[in-house]
């Protein structure tokens, strides 16, 4: 198998593919409002969460229908994915030579990126503990009850990356369980040329992890798993374990309150607690 580099943030590892090949772009994609690389390969841009145009639509999960009929679009054979089994062994650290500690941020990672309506993650807010539903936006509340981007060093979605890069965990479990046919799967979708605009993505968004989304004269922000590229990674790999998690996933994005993202971006660690910036966020 070729040798691969891991995309920082995404639930992911990507094909080695030059990045001198991305160009970053000011101009924004018609289509979703996100310059490259952001905005991630012109031919699966389209099948990408769209920005939510009413407050029924922010935090509502895909869904299953949708999932398979998006897995099938960007090349996945829903076929040949992890079986109930397979996955059940992988997120519990069983299995041939299962691990319990990558095994955990892989199922931490999966819950992050499927934060939606009834699917709460829970902090401790103040000695209280708090449940939270915010993947529309793009970030989460960690469980010392910061705010905080899916991509920030702190967050299991960032420190999967070394259980889902080359020779780690992910690779050496699939060949030890007979999942090598789902992995050459995965690879064989969108999910390799997605994954290099996704890396350039990570690299040029500092510590706060934030993406700004032009469309309509207007300028917003949104957190990093909401970009085009970046969601449809994880989409693939998230499907490729279980379908059913991936149909939790946000069918649409909507952006950070602007007060909320000017916070974000000037924390020297790209968070801020929870407790003071809740109130800006739609009940």
């Known amino acids: 198998m070729a040798t691969r580099t891991a995309v920082v943030l995404s639930l992911a590892g990507a094909c080695a593919l030059s990045l001198g090949g991305i160009q970053a772009s000011a101009l924004a994609s018609p289509a979703t409002g996100f310059t490259s690389p952001f905005s991630g390969t012109p031919r699966y841009e389209r099948f990408a969460p769209k920005q939510a145009t009413t407050p029924a639509q922010i935090n509502a999960p895909l ?3 949708a999932a398979d009929r998006l897995a099938v679009d960007i090349g996945l ?3 040949k994915v992890f079986t109930p089994k397979q996955y059940a062994l992988f997120v519990s650290g069983k299995g041939v030579d ?3 500690a990558p095994a955990k941020l892989v199922d931490e990672s999966v819950k992050i990126l499927t934060n939606t309506r009834r699917r709460p993650l829970y902090s401790n807010v103040d000695g209280q503990l708090t449940a ?3 993947a529309s936006y793009g970030v989460m509340v960690n469980t010392a009850g910061m705010l905080e981007s899916p991509a920030n060093t702190d967050a299991p979605t960032r420190q999967v990356n070394s259980v889902l890069m080359p020779g780690g965990y992910m690779g050496q479990w699939c060949r030890a369980n007979g999942a090598e046919k789902s992995m050459r799967n995965l690879y064989a979708s969108a999910y390799t040329r997605e994954a290099v605009y996704g890396n350039a993505s990570q690299q040029q968004s500092g510590v706060a992890q934030l993406v700004a989304n032009q469309k309509a004269g207007t300028t917003t922000t ?3 798993s909401m970009a085009p590229s970046i969601w449809i ?8 374990l279980n379908p059913k998690l991936a149909a939790k996933m946000p069918a649409w994005w909507t952006p950070i309150p602007a007060d909320v993202a000017s916070a974000i971006a000037a924390s020297p660690t790209g968070q801020v607690p929870w407790s003071q910036y809740s109130a800006s966020f739609p009940r």
Not at 233 to 240: C, E, P, Q, W
């Open 233 to 240: 990674v994880n989409f693939a790999l998230i499907y490729t």
């Open 222 to 224: 949104v957190g990093m």
């Open 132 to 134: 939270t539903v915010l």
């Open 98 to 100: 299962g691990q319990a």
């Open 77 to 79: 054979d829903p076929k």
């Open 63 to 65: 869904g299953q229908r």
